[in-house]
């Protein structure tokens, strides 16, 4: 981008560009220091060229200062302009500390010859490190301190649906897996490891037994490879990948520009013919990098690297050898051989984490919990479903959509219709499609099939298949290579990651006895791979939450003092309690010999588990981290009602529906909290009657009437007092409050909106949509209208009543109750 003005110039620079040239301009000092303030801040601009624009030593200086925290700028024009010595000496200074310039053009300055080389050598340096780190392993360190980055190259495909939808069965058949006829229902969520690449044949899950698989932070519990000293690890692994990619592109070119020399490698070509060939190399890949955005880049620092033109007064240091750019064969000598051949097969490699939902209702409440905005999302459904029941079949898909609507607004979705065995008629396929198509339109995030002009993807998952004749799944195909082409797309997979933050990972995944490690251990492992500064760390952290490689809730202060380095524990340990008892049983003969057959039936039938219960089904030793995480999700509250001999909780997302009462059978003042212009997700209604039973019995005593609770309504009482119940309803897009005596409306009224607007922040990442209104007679009426008019018996009218004195029964208030959270 070239800019005739300041202003066009500093929008250029700021709009992500990578290469921004300034023409006929003049640049003040103070200009100067505008660009520098840009510079500073900047993250994307490679080169920056200021060649007669009239720059001073101030100005020169100025610019100097502003790269000091620059980590891209690696080339930095200022041919002919106004520069002295001061200029030479401030960034003589600035490359003390910075590791990213390769390069300053000084020509038609004013600035003394012998610092103008000092200069070069500086800089020289720095090339040096650039380049030579990697291929040396001992410098690894070094790699770790000089911040370098390397590819991310994983992604998470997130697999949702309907129950028996065929998710587990898709899974299997991305794998090239036989298709069995009887998959179990999924759990919980599953979580398999895999590995693609765009060049050979397929997906495959990362076994513990293959061992030239890429090695993947989940593989847990595998042996590692020993290298010298070190161990073989993730970080090492990009590290081996990104000196491998430098070498080939460099040996690409030697080859392509002098065959003759090809055996020769070692030798530097000259500078001009590299560069043209560079340039040429340059267009041609441009032309495929909207595909492979990160291989151009790659070539394109190759680029940089190989260029020795550091300065323009070097002419004379051509007898000095830079550092040897080399070979393939050194560098296997540097590293070891496996680990080179394993780069080399990884170079384009993507490796997923996919996560496939069991699709019984009960898991719903848990997806908000692990659907995050990384990642591609594929939501399955059985095409026979849409052909015999439309609306439900629809219903469903549109309460995925939504779902991961509200928490993964960017992802990409996919949609697979399976049983394409069954549903083949074009008639059909075109049906289905319609209807897909209607049911899209509202959600552009839906990736739809441009090559069948389709909106979604027919699978049939029965079709034999075998890897080594080459048969393959012809729909399955097809779906794997959209998968790649939309991940391959995704920004966080393009994104070049900290070799310090890989370094991190792999010494928080070292320990393979442990499922997770406590904020400390993280900091301290931190500091060990050269990360200091806190916010980088929770921004590591979130990252790598968002990518599904470890869980870290940062909801409240408490559960971001925890970080679940196995995240399948986790979902384990969860689906052990918030499980569907009718499909996946607990062995109740098991339970039986331990005594605890009875609490066992009144958790599966009435939400409520027994502390013996909890020791029993998790580790003992864990049941306090687990317990603390369930509260603080709002998946369970104590139970302080009746015997409280036992602690006892109660899980609301388990209770049973009501079929017997009408919702218009409660009778008495409601107010409604609306959702129908948007959607009631899963899980707010039960975790507002979480909150609402968990308040309760704080204030509970012995003789407060036990919760009556269902899925679908929740009786309960704020005292002593018959009169203060309070019923919360769900309804056809709607949550109801109701109270049959007005002396509570008021208590009712905070207790609820308090209670659902922490549930919207700390479990909907305040997303919720929805409209309080306050029903009188037949008429609604908007909360604050309600509010303003001091609307009896919701509000008080005369000042100095309280909710203690309306209550006197009620020992702490709402507030108290949330602070103590
Ligand atoms: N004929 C045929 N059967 C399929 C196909 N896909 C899945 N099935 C069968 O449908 C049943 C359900 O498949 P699963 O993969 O277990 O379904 P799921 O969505 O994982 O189910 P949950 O884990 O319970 O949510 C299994 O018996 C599969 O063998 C298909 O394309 N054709
Ligand atoms: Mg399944």
């Not at 100005?59 to 080339?75: M, P, Y």
């Not at 290298?227 to 073989?232: D, R």
């Not at 620092?301 to 080399?326: F, H, N, R, T």
């Not at 995240?567 to 003969?589: E, G, K, V």
Request: hydrophobic fraction near 35%; glycine fraction near 6%.
């Amino acid at each position: 981008a070239t800019a005739y003005d300041l202003a066009t110039l500093l929008k250029e620079i700021k709009s992500g560009k990578t290469h921004v040239k300034g023409e006929d301009l003049f640049l003040s000092d103070s200009d100067c220091r505008k660009i520098g303030n840009v510079l500073a801040k900047n993250e994307t601009l490679e080169e920056l060229d200021l060649a007669e624009t009239e720059v001073g030593d101030r100005g020169a200086a100025n610019l100097a200062a502003s790269l000091r925290d620059n980590k891209t700028l690696s080339i930095l024009n200022l041919s002919d302009n106004n520069c002295a010595d001061q200029t030479t000496e401030a960034f003589l200074q600035l490359l003390k500390v910075n590791g990213t310039l390769t390069k300053i053009q000084l020509t038609g300055n004013y600035c003394d010859d012998k610092y103008v080389k000092e200069l070069n050598l500086a800089l020289r340096k720095n090339k040096t490190n650039k380049d030579l780190f990697l291929l040396h392993y001992e410098n690894f360190e070094n790699a770790l301190k000089y911040g370098v980055k390397g590819p991310w190259g994983m992604s998470k495909l997130m697999i949702v649906g309907q129950g028996r939808a065929g998710k587990t069965a898709t899974v299997k058949t991305l794998l090239g897996q036989a298709f069995s006829p009887d998959v179990e229902s999924t759990v919980g969520i599953s979580l398999t490891q895999t590995k693609t690449t765009t060049t050979d044949s397929g997906w495959g899950i990362a076994q513990e037994k293959t061992k030239d698989e890429a090695i993947l932070p989940y593989m847990k519990g595998k042996k590692k490879e020993v290298l010298g000293e070190h161990k073989v690890d993730f970080a090492a692994t990009v590290a081996a990948k990104v000196a491998v990619k430098r070498v080939e592109t460099q040996a690409q070119k030697l080859r392509n520009e002098r065959p003759s020399l090809a055996r020769f490698v070692s030798k530097m070509p000259s500078t001009k013919m590299v560069a043209k060939q560079a340039k040429k190399e340059k267009k041609r890949k441009e032309k495929v990098s909207s595909k492979y955005n990160k291989k151009a880049k790659g070539n394109r620092k190759a680029e940089l690297v190989i260029d020795d033109d550091i300065g323009d007064y070097d002419s004379e240091e051509g007898e000095e050898e830079g550092p040897p750019i080399m070979d393939h064969d050194t560098v296997f000598k540097k590293y070891n051989v496996k680990l080179i051949t394993k780069a080399q097969n990884n170079l384009n490699s993507l490796a997923f984490t996919i996560w496939d939902y069991g699709g019984q209702k009960v898991f719903y409440t848990l997806h908000h919990l692990f659907l995050t905005k990384y990642g591609v999302y594929i939501l399955v459904f059985d095409m026979r479903e849409i052909l015999s029941d439309e609306d439900e079949a629809t219903t469903y898909l549109t309460f995925w959509l939504n779902s991961i609507r509200l928490h993964a607004q960017e992802a990409p979705v996919l949609l697979i219709g399976t049983f394409h065995d069954h549903v083949k008629s074009t008639q059909d396929l075109g049906e289905i499609d319609q209807v897909i198509g209607n049911l899209i339109a509202a959600f552009p995030q839906v990736e739809t099939d441009k090559v069948y002009n389709r909106n979604f993807f027919p699978l049939d998952n029965t079709l034999p298949m075998n890897p080594k004749e080459n048969v393959k799944n012809g729909d399955a195909e097809h779906i794997k290579a959209n998968i790649e082409r939309v991940s391959r797309n995704q920004e966080h997979v393009k994104r070049e990651v900290s070799l310090r933050w890989l370094r991190c990972l792999d010494l928080m995944l070292e320990d393979d006895s442990k499922s997770k490690l406590s904020l400390s251990e993280v900091k301290t492992m931190a500091e060990k791979s050269g990360l200091t500064s806190s916010d980088e760390i929770m921004a590591m952290l979130h990252i790598f939450n968002e990518l599904g490689v470890i869980t870290h809730m940062t909801s409240t202060d408490a559960l971001k003092q925890v970080i679940t380095t196995n995240p399948q524990w986790l979902l384990d340990a969860l689906s052990m309690i918030i499980r569907d008892s009718t499909l996946h049983m607990f062995d109740l003969n098991e339970m039986e010999k331990m005594g605890l057959e009875g609490e066992a039936v009144t958790l599966m039938n009435k939400g409520i588990a027994s502390r013996d219960l909890l020791e029993h089904l998790w580790n003992p030793s864990e049941v306090t981290f687990l317990l603390d995480l369930m509260r603080r999700t709002l998946l369970l509250s104590e139970w302080r009602f009746g015997d409280t001999k036992q602690k006892r909780y109660m899980v609301p997302s388990l209770l049973q529906d009501d079929h017997h009462t009408k919702p218009k059978e409660f009778k008495g003042d409601r107010f409604v909290f609306d959702f129908s212009q948007s959607y009631l997700p899963v899980g707010v209604f039960s975790r507002l009657v979480c909150l609402c039973v968990g308040y309760c019995g704080v204030n509970a005593s012995s003789k407060t009437p036990e919760p009556i609770l269902h899925k679908n309504n929740a009786q309960m009482w704020l005292n002593e007092n018959e009169n203060s119940k309070v019923t919360l309803l769900e309804n056809k897009q709607k949550v109801w409050v109701v109270v049959e005596h007005s002396s509570v409306a008021h208590i009712a009224l905070s207790m609820s909106l308090a209670m659902m607007s922490k549930l919207n922040e700390d479990a909907m990442g305040d997303g919720l949509e929805y409209a309080t209104l306050i029903v009188t007679g037949k008429k609604a009426i908007r909360f604050v209208d309600a509010k303003k008019q001091r609307l009896e018996p919701w509000f008080h009218t005369s000042e100095g009543q309280t909710e203690k004195n309306r209550n006197p029964q009620a020992k702490i208030g709402v507030e108290d109750f949330l602070a103590a959270f």
